[in-house]
């Protein structure tokens, strides 16, 4: 009797471990696949970089530019994913459209139903120039997970489930300081987070449709599948080009995500998977993501002796990665203290230079000004100027009256008053 109990104990012991013991190999398997996968991309990769030839990289023209706002319709809408949209727009007039660099924006001016005016916001281009159309590719912002009082965002809402075909938008002219560079002796390294993807998409779609020999490598993370637009248009580039890699981290894989088959690695985009992609760091890295990605991402290329001349950004929204590298260049950041008197809002405070724009400290005393671009491209954030003087880095040419400043990069070059 004593015998077949313990017999009885040990097959519920091994009965109880086994899902533990499998739960453990498989990921170990998971583990070792992902391993794996990175070590045959590393021997590809290393070896189309060797093999990488020199090439000149199609001149961009100007024909079809404009000044000012210009009438577009919305031609076609494409859902990319459940919060992700699509939008391609062609002139109402019919005439050319200006030509522009991969990884530069367009400005919209939305007339958004129960808003008190037009509101102005930027969206990367996410195909290649030389097209009839441009395409944007707008994902919907909600509020943050832990700040449910916050509202969704205006533009993109707006844009993701009010937006119509056969809508009208006006539109600037292609600009911005993030754009592909010409450099054929270089591997493009594309490192991107959520939305950030429109821009590289861009460059990536630019460099093959001209027959770019330069290795292309795509280091792009999401949440899960659910949350990955162009996946399928990147697979079928791979398949195609045999100079394009793309590597996709999901840091929160669906159920229904299988590693090796719609994700390489669990996880987040670092740099980290770099070194064990690339023999140096001599290429050129494009960024794109939320703050913390970029800022992530800009100081441990950094601590890998990447050269700044290597690294280029996308600007938008509020990251730090700027006021590092400013900080780092000695660049114009005013540190002279000065009095900033806020008129509207009835608030003055000190510019110290611990801010890298009036923008920014407006934003620390929660005093609203619109913005856009946050690159002094767009507009959105003209501010009237009462009294004293504002500068701009590297004498940079500003599209505002004189008694007017771009908030976004404007500094003080003098105690000042704003009419907001």
Not at 85 to 108: C, E, M, N, W
Not at 254 to 272: A, K, M, N, Q, T
Not at 341 to 352: G, H, I, N
Request: net charge neutral.
């Amino acid at each position: 009797m004593n015998s077949v109990l313990f017999i009885c104990g040990i097959a519920l012991c091994v009965a109880g471990t086994l899902p533990i013991a499998q739960w453990t190999i498989q990921g170990w398997k998971s583990a070792r696949e992902s391993q794996r996968h990175l070590e045959d991309l590393r021997e590809i990769i290393q070896k189309k970089i060797g093999q990488s030839q020199k090439r000149k990289s199609p001149a961009v023209g100007a024909e079809g530019n404009w000044n000012g706002f210009r009438l577009f319709e919305v031609d076609r809408l494409n859902r990319e994913t459940p919060t992700c949209t699509s939008v391609y727009l062609k002139p109402v007039d019919g005439r050319p459209i200006a030509d522009f660099k991969p990884g530069q924006h367009l400005t919209l001016k939305l007339n958004i139903p129960g808003q008190p005016k037009p509101v102005i916001r930027c969206y990367s281009l996410s195909d290649a120039p030389g097209k009839q159309y441009y395409r944007i590719t707008v994902k919907r912002a909600s509020h943050p997970p832990n700040r449910p009082e916050l509202k969704p965002g205006k533009a993109s809402s707006f844009i993701n489930e009010g937006l119509k075909e056969g809508d009208q938008i006006e539109i600037k002219a292609p600009a911005g300081h993030f754009f592909l560079q010409d450099d054929p002796y270089r591997p493009a390294v594309l490192l991107a987070g959520g939305i950030g993807i429109t821009p590289m998409v861009s460059m990536a779609n630019t460099l093959l449709e001209n027959n770019s020999k330069r290795p292309i490598i795509l280091l792009y993370g999401v949440r899960n599948g659910l949350d990955q637009p162009f996946r399928h248009h990147l697979e079928e580039l791979g398949s195609r080009h045999d100079n394009f890699f793309s590597i996709f981290c999901y840091s929160r894989p669906c159920p229904e995500d299988l590693l090796d088959r719609d994700y390489h690695i669990e996880g987040f985009v670092s740099v980290d998977i770099l070194k064990k992609l690339l023999p140096q760091p001599a290429c050129e890295f494009y960024l794109c993501g939320p703050p913390k990605f970029m800022d992530s991402i800009y100081n441990d290329l950094k601590d890998w002796n990447v050269g700044e001349d290597q690294i280029f950004f996308e600007a938008f929204g509020p990251a730090t990665v700027g006021k590092n590298r400013n900080k780092e260049k000695g660049s114009h950041l005013t540190e002279m203290t000065h009095q900033i008197r806020f008129s509207q809002s009835e608030v003055t405070v000190k510019w110290d230079g611990s801010c890298d724009s009036l923008l920014e400290l407006a934003e620390a005393k929660e005093i609203p000004i619109d913005s856009g671009c946050r690159a002094g491209s767009c507009g959105t954030c003209v501010t009237k100027i009462l009294a004293g003087s504002v500068s701009y880095p590297d004498n940079q040419a500003v599209d505002c009256g004189s008694d007017e400043c771009l908030a976004c990069i404007a500094q003080p070059a003098s105690d000042l008053e704003l009419e907001v």
